[in-house]
T-cell receptor, first 109, second 114 residues
Framework: GIQVEQSPPDLILQEGANSTLRCNFS?????LQWFHQNPWGQLINLFY???GTKQNGRLSATTVATERYSLLYISSSQTTDSGVYFC???????????FGTGTRLQVTL | NAGVTQTPKFRVLKTGQSMTLLCAQD?????MYWYRQDPGMGLRLIHY???????AKGEVPDGYNVSRLKKQNFLLGLESAAPSQTSVYFC?????????????FGPGTRLTVL
């Protein structure tokens, strides 16, 4: 099956700093999503981005499908950005996602 | 819309007991999924369904059964619980059938098997 690697595994930022999270995947995909799992365990979809670039407020994401990686940018980080960020990919039909092990982000004052 | 809901939120079982987790969605989505999340790991797919009356195995299906008798509900059953099934279980749904493939997750069920 597809392998998904995320880096870095852990990240500590001061409020206001910017960061880049990376997701590498081992095969061609037709579905790539970024999720944020907040400290209470809720999973929120951030982006559906199998290719190209999208922006939503302070967050943006870029997927270069031909090179099999995706980047999630967080600008002007806030304490509410803390949690775990997951990249998940799928190939073929039925959107069966394979998740990476996540990047744990802690934003401090 | 309530989105995706899961029942119960917490449960403690003894080894060998059985239980059913209920997932319900009110978005008229075709596809539904059950995942488990273990500490320090991402989510792993247990079973999924691409429509009412259909089910299929995911990455870690052993020890679980599922049913999708109604489009809005997806049930996950543990016939004889084992300590290795201690985990947080998440249900998700997506429109499917050519619609957006964004997955929407329920709040999770924390299961402990003693």
């Amino acid at each position: 099956g597809i392998q998904v690697e995320q880096s870095p595994p852990d990240l500590i930022l001061q409020e206001g700093a910017n960061s880049t999270l990376r997701c590498n995947f081992s095969d061609s995909v037709n579905n790539l999503q970024w999720f944020h799992q907040n400290p209470w365990g809720q999973l929120i979809n951030l982006f559906y981005i199998p290719s190209g670039t999208k922006q939503n407020g302070r967050l943006s994401a870029t997927t270069v499908a031909t090179e099999r990686y995706s980047l999630l940018y967080i600008s002007s980080s806030q304490t509410t950005d803390s949690g775990v960020y997951f990249c998940a990919v799928a190939a073929g039909t039925a959107s069966k996602l394979t998740f990476g092990t996540g990047t744990r982000l802690q934003v401090t004052l | 819309n309530a989105g995706v809901t899961q029942t119960p939120k917490f449960r403690v079982l003894k080894t060998g007991q059985s239980m059913t987790l209920l997932c319900a969605q009110d978005m008229n989505h075709e596809y539904m999924y059950w995942y488990r999340q273990d500490p320090g790991m991402g989510l792993r797919l247990i079973h999924y369904s691409v429509g009412e009356g259909t089910t299929a195995k995911g990455e870690v299906p052993d020890g679980y059964n599922v049913s999708r008798l109604k489009k809005q509900n997806f049930l996950l059953g543990l016939e004889s619980a084992a300590p290795s099934q201690t985990s947080v279980y998440f249900c998700a749904s997506t429109p499917g059938r050519g619609g957006t493939d964004t997955q929407y997750f329920g709040p999770g069920t924390r299961l402990t098997v003693l």
